[in-house]
């Protein structure tokens, strides 16, 4: 997913919208943006709104935030939503890999009770919000098999660590801020699922956008989460690779598919390739949304 965009989930209006922006997926909030008193009219909306719209692709995939663990609300939320069958919850305010435990076992009860099968909801989650999160970076891994993406969020950190502003005077995120970003990258390679960068939140500057986007994808993020309709094309540009990349990808991978298993060391065009090129080739392929099976055969494919 190249481009993840935030709705208020209490605005109906908003996820029409949202709906038409061209955005890989929408993220259909019950947490911040939406006040206290709107969360049970917003848990109707999302339902709603999850329960009638187009999924086949190319309609973008639909996760629902839920409120925190620490809010007693999440359990509502989940009710409420997750007989709809979005295809993610994400979790904000994710403090350590139990998190994803302890969501996984809840989401697991309410789709059983809705008849879905088991595990086909997933998960994502804001794990650099608190400070507790960042430090449980290397807890995430490997503590369920629903999740699929690890985002990192610069606001709520900036609120529980203190800091007046994530920002130094040059507009540049802070220490902590790039650790948390860091250890976002890492905690998703260690976990093998996608990494997401943070919002932008001066959405009139797509100027500024399309230079974090670039400096995202060169670091090793698949894709950015969005504010605003307006960001959404800027991000897809910017995740979509290359077409000579996407040409390369292809023939690696059809190289390591005709190898076998046991492929280790590889030559392509008078280049070696190994495992490391083969990872890097499967990230370049799922960002150009490319279906393994439609690869071509190896015959097609010039190797040395
Ligand atoms: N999703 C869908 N539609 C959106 C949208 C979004 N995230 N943000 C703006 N729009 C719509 C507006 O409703 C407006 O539509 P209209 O012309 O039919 O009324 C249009 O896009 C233009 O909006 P604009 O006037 O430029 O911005 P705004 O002042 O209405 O909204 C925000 C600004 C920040 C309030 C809005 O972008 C927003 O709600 N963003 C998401 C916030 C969020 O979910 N935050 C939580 C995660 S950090
Ligand atoms: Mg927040």
């Known amino acids: 997913m190249r481009s993840l965009l935030f709705v208020p989930g209490d605005s109906p209006r908003k996820m029409e919208k949202a709906s038409t922006s061209g955005a890989d997926a929408l993220i259909l909030d019950l947490e911040d943006s939406v006040s206290p008193s709107r969360k049970a009219e917003a848990r109707e909306h999302v339902a709603k709104f999850v329960a009638g719209a187009e999924r086949t692709f190319p309609a973008p995939r639909l996760i629902v935030r839920v409120n925190a663990l620490d809010t007693g609300l999440t359990d509502d939320d989940l009710t409420a939503v997750i007989g709809a069958r979005p295809d993610a919850v994400l979790l904000p305010k994710a403090g350590s890999g139990a998190d994803i435990q302890d969501l996984g076992a809840r989401i697991a009860v309410v789709e059983a009770e809705a008849g ?8 994502h989650a804001l794990m650099t919000e608190t400070a507790a999160g960042l430090l449980q970076a290397g807890s995430f891994a490997g503590k369920s098999k629903r999740l699929s993406a690890l985002a990192w969020g610069a606001e709520d950190l900036a609120a529980d660590i203190g800091a007046t502003s994530n920002k130094d005077e040059s507009g540049h995120y802070t220490d902590v801020f790039t650790m948390a970003r860091s250890l976002t990258l890492l905690a998703a390679a260690q976990s093998g699922v996608e990494a997401v960068d943070t919002v932008f939140t001066d959405f009139r500057d797509m100027q500024a956008l399309k230079l974090e986007c670039q400096a995202a994808v060169r670091d090793g ?34 190289l390591f598919a005709a190898a076998g298993p046991d492929a280790g060391v590889l030559s392509l065009e008078g280049k070696m390739i190994d495992k490391p090129h083969l990872r890097q080739a499967e990230r370049i392929a799922r960002r150009a949304g490319l279906d393994p099976a439609t690869l071509p055969a190896m015959e097609d494919v010039d190797g040395e």
Request: aromatic residues 4%.
């Open 221 to 254: 993020f698949s894709g950015k989460m969005a504010i605003h309709p307006d960001q959404v094309p800027v991000i897809n540009a910017a995740f979509t690779p290359a077409a000579e990349d996407v040409e390369r990808a292809i023939k690696i991978l059809a």
């Open 116 to 123: 879905l099968s088991d595990g086909c909801v997933l998960i």
